[in-house]
């Protein structure tokens, strides 16, 4: 243990013996815990493309073979209207009290301890697998180009790199994901553009497809287990019903705006427009890359990535299969290097959160106390190294097939990420009736949700409802492997719950008693501070203030 180390620990130890040191409602000093070293520009860039990873680039080919163009677009417009509402419910939350122990402080505070416990833990065992998935997605990527190399190798040197870029410190990660989701957000623009192009005629070819795929035989809906349920109906809703799983998984990872809030610099301005750039993330990227997908890919092409066909399986992004039938050459090798940046990406925000999530924990006294420790540079190193260790389950891949893993974690994460948002958006319906109870005005906040309550309803109701339904496959015929992976995050969330709650003898906290004071006041204090540094600085350019407004 290093000097500095020790000073923490003897620090962490004087902080927590104080008479005012309360571990759900306090932030620790700040050379104690995370620093606020996110910039404007980085939250909003991150929040714009940080999640946009696998479950799109890739995971969007099953979605298509299994629901058909239409079922895909619709699929991932629908699970991005529910995306929305439980954005926007975090966000009232986070730019009212941006505390750093992320959305299961929130829990905490406003519902049970216990349910902030169970949530919290739900939320590191998601991103023990997710950036797992990715470090598996990423070794198939580079699959593409050549097998000559072990996919372990390709394992090792991803797990190397995003462990590097966490461990020096939350500016340098900023930084870097900037950089990342900035590629990521100008590609994927014009890998939609290019898709067009390619629809209208603009191929070698010269071959107008225009809504081709969108008719018999490839759509516009796919038959998925026919030959199990015997009847067409029923077999294109189940094809639809599959993809608004496939889009919940696409769309996990949103939420990450919850937990960069303890990060962020002026966080009551910087976090309503980050949750507001979300929709149009939503519309552009998602609604209309799936789109663009629909119109270009046959829904019937083998190259796309289900079952265990191919072992360079990133081959089967539809972004990359498209520019192969149109017969572009070259071209598919550029798409599968930005292919290998999202998901690098994506990987690297993931262990952001994973090791993020764990220190709030710690640091609620809800996790070892070990994990409540950090370094100079504010980076809570025992929770990056468990998050980063655990990254070695990648080599399940060595005995399974990318795809066969990567359907394994796709259902856990889904399963995780469905528990999450049925948190947050409960929580945020709690938090709407400790403000109703303890008489504050809603329109008082620094950024009030729309659509409130209804769309905090929504959201938990048909999440739940996903989720219930998302291993429906693993019964036709059953298959044990899929039924575990699609259901056994909801026996740990209720099991955490209810041991947390039998233990401690929690109780739900009624809404006029939650605290919706403790820590407003230092929030507050930084904000005027951050507020008059800016003022200092005298009037921004014009320049300065389109990049602002971008």
């Not at 505070?109 to 797992?132: C, E, M, S």
């Not at 889009?247 to 980050?274: C, D, H, Q």
Request: net charge positive.
């Amino acid at each position: 243990m290093d000097a500095h180390s020790h000073d923490t620990e003897k620090k962490i130890d004087s902080f927590e013996a104080s008479k005012d040191f309360d571990p759900v409602s306090v932030d620790p000093a700040e050379e104690l815990s995370l620093h606020r070293g996110l910039k404007a520009r980085q939250i909003s860039m991150i929040t714009l493309g940080g999640s946009l990873g696998t479950g799109l680039i890739i995971g969007s080919g099953t979605a298509l073979v299994r629901g058909g163009p239409l079922g895909l677009w619709f699929g991932y417009s629908f699970m991005g209207l529910i995306c929305y509402f439980v954005m926007i419910s975090l966000g009232e939350m986070g730019a009212y009290l941006p505390h750093k122990k992320g959305f299961a402080g929130y829990a905490t505070r406003y519902v049970d301890p216990a349910f902030g416990f169970a949530l919290g833990w739900n939320y590191v065992f998601k991103y023990f697998i997710q950036t797992t998935n990715n470090v598996n997605a990423a070794g198939a990527v580079v699959q593409y180009w050549t097998l000559s190399v072990p996919i372990e190798v390709w394992m090792v040197i991803y797990i190397a790199l995003i462990f590097l870029i966490n461990l020096l410190g939350i500016r340098i990660f900023g930084e870097v994901e900037f950089w990342f989701c900035s590629i990521k957000v100008v590609a994927l623009v014009g890998l939609i553009l290019m898709g067009l192009i390619i629809d209208l005629g603009g191929n070698p070819q010269h071959d107008r497809i225009g809504f081709r795929y969108w008719r018999a035989p490839y759509g516009p809906l796919r038959e998925y287990l026919l030959a199990e349920v015997h009847d067409s109906r029923v077999a294109q809703f189940l094809g639809f019903w599959s993809n608004l799983t496939t889009a919940l998984f696409s769309y996990i990872g949103t939420e990450l705006i919850g937990v960069t809030v303890g990060e962020t610099e002026n966080p009551r301005r910087n976090v309503p427009r980050a949750i507001r750039r979300v929709f149009f993330r939503i519309l552009v990227f998602y609604v209309g890359g799936t789109f663009v997908i629909g119109l270009t890919v046959p829904s019937n092409s083998s190259a796309l990535f289900v079952a265990s066909t191919s072992p360079a399986g990133a081959a089967a992004s539809p972004f990359v299969v498209v520019t192969t039938i149109a017969g572009i050459k070259v071209l598919n090798h550029i798409i599968n290097a930005v292919v290998l940046i999202f998901v690098l990406s994506a990987s690297n925000s993931d262990l952001y959160i994973g090791s993020r999530t764990l220190y709030g924990l710690a640091v609620e006294r809800k996790a070892p106390r070990i994990f409540a420790k950090v370094n100079r540079a504010g980076v809570p190193w025992p929770s990056l190294i468990l998050n980063t260790l655990v990254c070695f389950l990648t080599f399940l891949n060595a005995t399974s097939s990318s795809s066969v893993a990567f359907g394994w974690f796709a259902s856990l994460i889904a399963s995780f990420g469905a528990i999450t948002w049925m948190c947050i958006s409960y929580t945020h319906i709690a938090f709407m009736r400790a403000l109703k109870a303890q008489g504050i005005d809603r329109n008082t906040l620094p950024y009030k949700a729309p659509f409130q309550p209804y769309a905090s309803w929504f959201a938990l109701i048909f999440t739940g409802i996903v989720l219930f339904f998302n291993g429906f496959s693993a019964f036709l015929p059953f298959v044990s492997s899929s039924f575990i992976t699609s259901y056994i995050p909801i026996p740990i969330f209720f099991s955490l719950w209810g041991g947390y709650k039998i233990y401690y003898r929690t109780l739900t906290i009624p809404a006029s008693e939650a605290d919706l004071i403790t820590g407003k006041r230092e929030i507050d204090e930084e904000e005027a501070r951050f507020l008059a540094r800016e003022k200092l600085k005298g009037p921004r350019s014009g320049i300065q203030r389109i990049w602002d407004a971008l």
